[in-house]
């Protein structure tokens, strides 16, 4: 049979592509790599709770047509990210709002943690004389000030990159709200949660009634050729292997999880909690129950599932998590992009094959109003 697209890759962009094909009366053949369809947003089931199997990952949006499109597919719950960071045994709140001000420097109203981080500011500002914010370690500098920057910051970032702070992007920290008031809500978006259910429901119903093969690589695989099976290949896989890293090997960062059952009902009564300290070799240890059980429930469970995660250079053979887009990363993708320009029946789509440090819903967005759709 001809398809009207061949799709590499089941994740968020691959399988949200697929859905809105199918709408649009299009037929496609989607090829995964792993053994079960989702992409990074996959969970498995271990001891009846869903774990985030390539990394926590929570929705959140300030587009009400995702949103509206996410919830008419399965229904979010409330959960609200509201991480700790742990520096040295000591426990502070994220994002940076007036918990965290307290918890510092002992500050109770917004006027004081507003002169605190005046002052710290305003000497990062006169270093740079006048200059915008070249690198993260800058930028954060004359965002929230050194004291930030070394409990919360330095050593967390250059864990979490492999590199020093003063070597990637500023965007990276603007990730990050900064806020005056006592809310922990570590997004300003107005939507969030976790699909009821899980994020296999999601997956399952983008792909419903969809043609899909796992555990086959397009590059190994008789689908490279894919004119013989489609007219158009929609492409979701890093972008450099597209070219057979002809210009060379973009970096990516990757990340680890060691996940072990703890035979209590709850381990660190919350999901997310940030070791910000170097000595500590992981970044962060997630507990997957409290994103979908909150209050009692969460005892309903005599034990519970946590992930250690630790960051790592990647190498062949492992996940591409992270774009790096520093100088060089973004210098070559730009030119990878050039190449991928002049392939016109090739659509290059999500985190990895545009090499852009996305979250969830901006695939979706992209991948929902394609314009392909409408051509
Ligand atoms: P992916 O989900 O990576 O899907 C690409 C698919 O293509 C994969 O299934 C892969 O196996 C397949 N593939 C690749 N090459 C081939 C090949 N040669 N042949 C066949 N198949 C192939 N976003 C948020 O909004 N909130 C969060 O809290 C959040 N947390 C995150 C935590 C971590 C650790 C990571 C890594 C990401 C997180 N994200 C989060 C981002 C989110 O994962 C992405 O935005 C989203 O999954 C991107 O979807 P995608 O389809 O582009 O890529
Ligand atoms: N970050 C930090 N300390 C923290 C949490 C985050 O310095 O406790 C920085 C770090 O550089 C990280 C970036 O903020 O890479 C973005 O954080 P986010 O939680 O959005 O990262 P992700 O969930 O994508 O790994």
């Known amino acids: 049979m001809m398809y ?51 990394g926590a990952h929570i929705f959140h949006t300030n587009n009400q047509q995702v949103w509206q499109f996410v919830n008419s597919l399965t229904p979010f719950n409330r959960y609200t990210n509201s991480p700790l960071a742990n520096y040295h045994g000591r ?59 070394d409990i919360l910051i330095r050593e967390y970032t250059e864990k979490q990159w492999g590199r020093a702070c003063n070597e990637l992007p500023p965007f990276i920290i603007r990730r990050l709200p900064l806020r005056f008031t006592y809310d922990n809500n570590y997004f300003n978006d107005s939507y969030q949660g976790i699909p009821t259910g899980g ?108 992930s250690e995660e630790y960051p790592a250079e990647y190498r062949e053979g492992m996940e591409p998590y992270y774009p790096v887009n520093d100088k060089r990363g973004d210098q070559l993708a730009a030119q990878y992009r050039q190449l991928a320009q002049q392939e016109p029946d090739v659509i290059f789509g999500g985190r990895l094959a545009e090499y852009r440090y996305y979250d969830m819903a901006p695939v979706i967005e992209l991948a929902l109003n394609h314009p392909a759709h409408s051509s």
């Open 4 to 54: 009207d697209y061949l799709i590499v890759g089941s994740g968020l962009f691959g399988a949200t592509f697929a859905y809105k094909a199918r709408q649009m009366g299009r037929t496609c053949l989607v090829v995964e790599r792993r053994k079960h369809l989702g992409g990074n947003v996959y969970c498995e089931n271990v001891e009846g709770i869903n774990v985030h199997r390539y």
């Open 91 to 149: 426990l502070y709140n994220l994002p940076f709002n007036m918990n965290t001000f307290h918890q510092l420097w002992g500050v109770t109203t917004p006027q004081q943690a507003h002169d605190k981080i005046e002052q710290q500011r305003a000497e990062a500002m006169r270093k740079l004389g006048g200059r915008q914010p070249s690198n993260l370690e800058e930028q954060a500098l004359v965002l929230v000030g050194q004291d930030i920057f």
């Open 199 to 306: 994020y296999n429901v999601l997956i399952d119903r983008l792909l419903e009634g969809v043609d899909a093969i796992t555990d086959t690589d397009f590059f190994n695989s008789p689908y490279r050729q894919w004119r013989q099976y489609a007219r158009r290949l929609v492409y979701t896989g890093p972008l450099d292997r597209y070219f057979d890293y002809r210009l060379g090997r973009l970096d990516w960062r990757t990340v680890t999880f060691k996940t072990r059952v703890e035979p209590v009902a709850n381990y660190q009564g919350n999901a997310v909690v940030n070791y910000t300290s170097a000595d500590v070799p992981f970044t962060r240890i997630i507990e997957h129950k409290h994103f979908e059980t909150f209050g009692d429930e969460i005892y309903e469970n005599p034990c519970t599932v946590v």
